[in-house]
């Protein structure tokens, strides 16, 4: 009877989420942040302040990719899945904190598998306010660096021997796929992989839902012999880029073919960055793309390239993923999946 009593909690805490095992995954769209806090903080002029520190967008892409959507719950109706949720942000007051600041506290997997709790606790309102925003940027940091990971380690648990296994061969790199990824096109120094739609959930906006089949994304890996460091100036690094598209990424339309976005509003970025174990050191560039070579030509859509010296073949690497969906459909999901492949790059 004992055994029995046990084995019902436990089934009834799992299922309200108070119980964690190993095996309970977050739950939650990819850009979501659940924020828990009193409806008083929620509808005060404190939201702005958790818009526009939490939202972000990513830059320079058009329509306007948000990195995070915040989701309000109270105290009372944070309970069962709710729990679960990959990104959690709590804002409490409690009168008994002693101190002249606020603090700050960072936890995973508090109620599921790679889960990010963050908590921000402060004696009132106006050091919450105070407190949050002096963080704000470490914790829009945390958010980010976790929601692309988690899809990297997803990736990683079923790999494409496959693809690898070519990318060996002709590129000395490893990448994390998804299962069912497949390579489309390969040529020496130039491979395009395709994603499986099915690696995208469906969503449901209004009364319409997205098909899978209105997203399509890839990853385009190519390379060419390095002279020196002024290849790496964002204008060698686009040159470079838009010649390799011309000749291996021609549109199913004769005269049609890839090329790189420059109007002004969105103009390509780049920056300094690594892989996810900070073990390679290259140059990332966001922008826009659209199939060129006619004066009439088809809309495009955002990319996402990571550039490095391949310590081995010493040559340029680039692995530019690239995301083609409608205006009306969030990209943030097939973004973040870009993000992380070029992210899971390792030299092999």
């Known amino acids: 009877m004992k055994l029995f009593s046990t084995i019902i909690l436990t089934i009834h805490l799992s299922g309200c989420g108070e119980y964690f095992s190993s095996e309970v995954y977050v739950t939650g769209k990819i850009g979501e942040v659940v924020v828990v806090c009193d409806d008083a903080i929620w509808k005060s002029s404190f939201r702005s302040d958790l818009d526009s520190n939490l939202t972000r967008f990513i830059m320079p892409y058009f329509p306007d990719v948000a990195t995070f959507e915040p989701i309000h719950y109270t105290k009372s109706n944070f309970i069962g899945a709710a729990k679960r949720h990959r990104n959690v942000l709590f804002l409490r007051i409690d009168p008994n904190?002693?101190?002249?600041?606020?603090?700050?506290?960072?936890r995973k997997g508090v109620w599921?598998?790679?889960?990010?709790?963050?908590?921000?606790?402060?004696?009132?309102?106006?050091?919450?306010?105070?407190?949050?925003?002096?963080?704000?940027?470490?914790?829009?940091?945390?958010?980010?660096?976790?929601?692309?990971?988690?899809?990297?380690?997803?990736?990683?648990?079923?790999?494409?021997?496959?693809?690898?296994?070519?990318?060996?061969?002709?590129?000395s790199i490893h990448l994390d796929f998804p299962n069912g990824s497949k390579i489309v096109s390969s040529r020496k120094n130039f491979y395009r992989i395709e994603l499986p739609?099915?690696?995208?959930?469906?969503?449901?906006?209004?009364?319409?839902?997205?098909?899978?089949?209105?997203?399509?994304?890839?990853?385009?890996?190519?390379?060419?012999?390095?002279?020196?460091?002024?290849?790496?100036?964002?204008?060698?690094?686009?040159?470079?880029?838009d010649t390799m598209l011309k000749y291996n990424v021609p549109h199913e339309i004769p005269g049609l073919y890839m090329g790189t976005q420059y109007n002004d509003f969105v103009y390509?970025?780049?920056?300094?960055?690594?892989?996810?174990?900070?073990?390679?050191?290259?140059?990332?560039?966001?922008?826009?793309?659209?199939?060129?070579?006619?004066?009439?030509?088809?809309?495009?859509?955002?990319?996402?390239?990571?550039?490095?010296?391949?310590?081995?073949?010493?040559?340029?690497?680039?692995?530019?993923?690239?995301?083609?969906?409608?205006?009306?459909?969030?990209?943030?999901?097939?973004?973040?999946?870009?993000q992380a492949i070029w992210k899971s790059v390792t030299i092999v």
């Not at 904190?97 to 960072?106: E, L, S």
């Not at 402060?122 to 925003?133: H, I, R």
């Not at 099915?198 to 060419?224: C, H």
């Open 97 to 106: 904190h002693k101190g002249d600041k606020g603090k700050i506290q960072y």
């Open 112 to 171: 599921a598998t790679n889960q990010l709790v963050i908590e921000v606790t402060a004696k009132d309102y106006q050091q919450l306010v105070e407190t949050f925003n002096s963080g704000a940027d470490e914790i829009h940091s945390k958010f980010e660096y976790e929601e692309w990971n988690r899809i990297r380690k997803h990736f990683g648990s079923k790999q494409n021997q496959d693809i690898n296994k070519q990318l060996k061969q002709n590129f």
């Open 197 to 241: 739609l099915a690696s995208r959930p469906i969503e449901f906006v209004g009364q319409s839902k997205q098909d899978l089949g209105t997203v399509f994304s890839g990853v385009m890996v190519y390379q060419y012999p390095y002279i020196d460091s002024n290849q790496f100036s964002l204008d060698q690094l686009l040159k470079a880029r």
């Open 268 to 338: 390509p970025e780049y920056s300094q960055t690594t892989n996810f174990s900070t073990t390679i050191q290259g140059v990332e560039v966001r922008g826009m793309f659209e199939f060129k070579g006619r004066y009439r030509h088809s809309t495009g859509g955002a990319f996402w390239s990571f550039h490095f010296i391949h310590p081995k073949t010493e040559k340029i690497v680039c692995v530019s993923g690239y995301v083609d969906a409608p205006s009306t459909t969030s990209w943030t999901h097939a973004i973040r999946e870009i």
